[in-house]
Each structure stands twice: as C-alpha cells, then as structure tokens.
Nanobody, 123 residues
Framework: VQLQASGGGLVQAGGSLRLSCAAS????????MAWFRQGPGTEREFVSR????????VYADSVKGRFTISRANAKNTVYLQMNSLKPEDTAVYYC?????????????????WGQGTLVTVSS
C-alpha cells in the first residue's frame, strides 16, 4: 500500500489542522493505521493508531484530548484532527499502515509509511 500524507501547514498556537492520509494500491481497511511525528532534533515518535474497523484508537499522552484519529474506509483515507495546537506539536507528521494492537508504538511493525507533511505551530 502506498500512502500520501497532506494537510500540514503553519498555524498559530491554539489553532487547528486536519491531516489526511490517502492510500492507494491496497484498501486501507486491511490495515490498522497510525500517525507518527518527528520534531526538530528529535526521534520519530508515536502519536495515534486506529484499528482496522475504526472501533478503537490509542493516543500518546501528549496529544490525548486534543487530537482525534479517524478513518473513512470507503474513501481509503485516514485523518488526524489536531486541535489546541501547541508549539511543541511542530513536527513532520507521517502516516503508517500496519502496526500491532498491543504495541502500537513499535515502528518496525508498520509495513508502509507516507512521505510526511510538515506542521509548524507558532507561539
């Protein structure tokens, strides 16, 4: 499956953005889907993962209550709604397919990655 992330941009602190991850090659409903991010000078970190059906989702503590992951299997697309953005949310955001329900943070379990979209939050 090939993934294309989009929707990044520059936003002021407290603002919102919605990222999209469009899949091609295979149906996205075959996979759990996740978002990761990599900030300046940091390692790539887990943000959120949603199950194949969309019935369950997990979040990093740093984004819980502010970000919402969702999926539209009919559109072969996964979303990340980001509200109340903070400067520390500034990062390149990557979508990924696959993963493990019990260990969603394990990056090696993801079979495909998008190219990333840059989110910059100004203070």
């Amino acid at each position: 499956v090939q993934l294309q992330a989009s929707g990044g941009g520059l936003v002021q602190a407290g603002g919102s953005l919605r990222l999209s991850c469009a899949a091609s090659g295979r149906t996205v409903s075959d996979y759990g889907m996740a978002w990761f991010r990599q900030g300046p000078g940091t390692e790539r970190e887990f943000v959120s993962r949603i199950s194949r059906s969309g019935g369950s989702a997990v979040y990093a503590d740093s984004v819980k209550g502010r970000f919402t992951i969702s999926r539209a299997n009919a559109k072969n697309t996964v979303y990340l709604q980001m509200n109340s953005l903070k400067p520390e949310d500034t990062a390149v955001y990557y979508c990924a397919a696959g993963g493990n329900y019990w260990y969603p943070r394990n990056q090696v379990d993801y079979v495909s990655w998008g190219q990333g979209t840059l989110v910059t939050v100004s203070s």
